[in-house]
Structure formats: C-alpha cells, structure tokens
C-alpha cells in the first residue's frame, strides 16, 4: 500500500514564528492536499497542491498565511506563517495514489504554538 | 457551496449492527468515500460509492441514493476496535475531499 510520510511528527512553536512541513509520498502524484483537525473535529481542507501550478487555497485561507510549494511529483510543504495558538492543530497532508478513489492521508504534523 | 451532515455521536454493543447516516449539499458531485480515524491516528479509507446501492467490504457496507442526496455506512458484528471517528466525504469534479464532522462510535461490551 501507499506511504505517505510527514517532518515533524510534531513541534512547539512560539507565537510569531514559522513551521515548514514536509509530505513525501512514495510514488508520483498529479494533486496533493493539505488538511488541519483540531482536536475531535472534522479535516479542513487548506488547499490543493499541484506540480507546475500555484496551490488552490480554500476559502479562509490565504497563501501569505500558508504558504505552500510542490517541487515535483512526490513532495510538498506546507508553512504556518507567523503562528498564533489559534494555529495549533494537527495538519495532515493527503493525495490520491494510483487513480484510485482511495485518498491516503500522512500520519499528521501536531503543531502547538504558545 | 459544500455541507454534509452526519451524526455527532452513536453508542452500540459489540456484536451489533450499527448505521451511520450522512446527507450532503454538493454541486459536481462524484462520489461518496467514508473514511475511518482512531484516536491519534490517520484517516484511514474504507469504502466508495458514485453510483446507487449498496457496496459491501467484509463487516461494513456503503450505501448511497444520488437523488435522495443520502448515504449510510453499515457495521455490522461490531467489536470493540470499531470504536472510532467516522467521516462521509463527497468527491466532486475537482479532485477534492469534503469532510463531514464526523461521527464518534462507542462501541460497549
């Protein structure tokens, strides 16, 4: 089956600051996702990221805010700029492999920012 | 604009049967994945359906009515590691994942 990896497994940040994540899928993807789930809640999607292309933010989010890059086919980041607590989630990224309907998701980034 | 609607929370014993709803206001529609997360881990896939009826994997099927804007998962033989978070998605034309809120299990002994 599919892996998809993600740096940090989580991180303590101080407020102000910036995270960058990183999403490794082991084979080649046309679109990325990235998702944040706060504690109990549903998955948010941030944006879609595809190779070649500026990310397509959802409503709410901003790229200044997050921005993101897709270098090639298998890696993607993800930053938090200029954190505050409200940023605190756990921010999962996602791609659907092989042309199945089956999206497998990274084992999430739990990010705290005091 | 994209809302699906699904249960907060549903308690059932082990060995039971157990169907969780979930109503959706999508345009493009494509299909409807349910999705499972235990607690600290990943979503993890368990079915999809694009078109009428019912899909059966193992214990859980999927159900879904395109014109009725409806679906349900159905566990069934429960055990106690079906205690988890349960989340329908709607996939639409563009490629992407809309998340219900997701509904808590509790499965008792």
């Known amino acids: 089956s599919a892996v998809i990896s993600q740096k940090p497994s989580r991180d303590i940040c101080q407020r102000g600051t910036s995270l960058t994540i990183q999403c490794q899928v082991d084979?080649?993807?046309?679109?990325m996702f990235w998702y944040r789930q706060q504690p109990g809640q549903s998955l948010t999607l941030i944006a879609t990221?595809?190779?070649?292309?500026?990310?397509?933010?959802e409503s709410g989010f901003v790229i200044d805010k997050f921005p993101i890059s897709r270098p090639n086919l298998t890696f993607s980041t993800l930053t938090v700029s200029n954190m505050s607590p409200e940023d605190s989630s756990i921010y999962l990224c996602?791609?659907?492999?092989?042309?199945?309907?089956?999206?497998?998701f990274g084992p999430g980034t739990r990010l705290t920012v005091t | 604009g994209q809302s699906l609607e699904q249960p907060s929370e549903v308690t059932a014993v082990e060995g039971a049967i157990v169907q969780i709803n979930c109503t959706y206001q999508?345009?493009?529609?494509?299909?409807l994945s349910w999705y499972q997360q235990h607690d600290g881990g990943a979503p993890t896939f368990l079915s999809y359906?694009?078109?009428?009826g019912l899909e059966e994997t193992g214990r859980f099927s999927s159900f879904l009515s395109r014109s009725d804007s409806y679906g349900y998962l159905l566990l069934q033989e429960l055990q106690m590691k079906d205690s988890a978070s349960y989340f329908c998605?709607?996939?639409?034309?563009?490629?992407?994942?809309?998340f219900g809120q997701g509904t808590t299990l509790q499965v008792k002994p």
């Open positions: 996602s791609a659907f492999i092989g042309g199945s309907y089956e999206q497998y």
């Open positions: 084979s080649q993807v046309t679109m």
């Open positions: 990221a595809n190779q070649g292309s500026e990310a397509t933010y």
């Open positions: 999508t345009s493009g529609f494509y299909g």
């Open positions: 359906n694009a078109l009428d």
């Open positions: 998605a709607v996939s639409s034309n563009t490629g992407k994942l809309i």
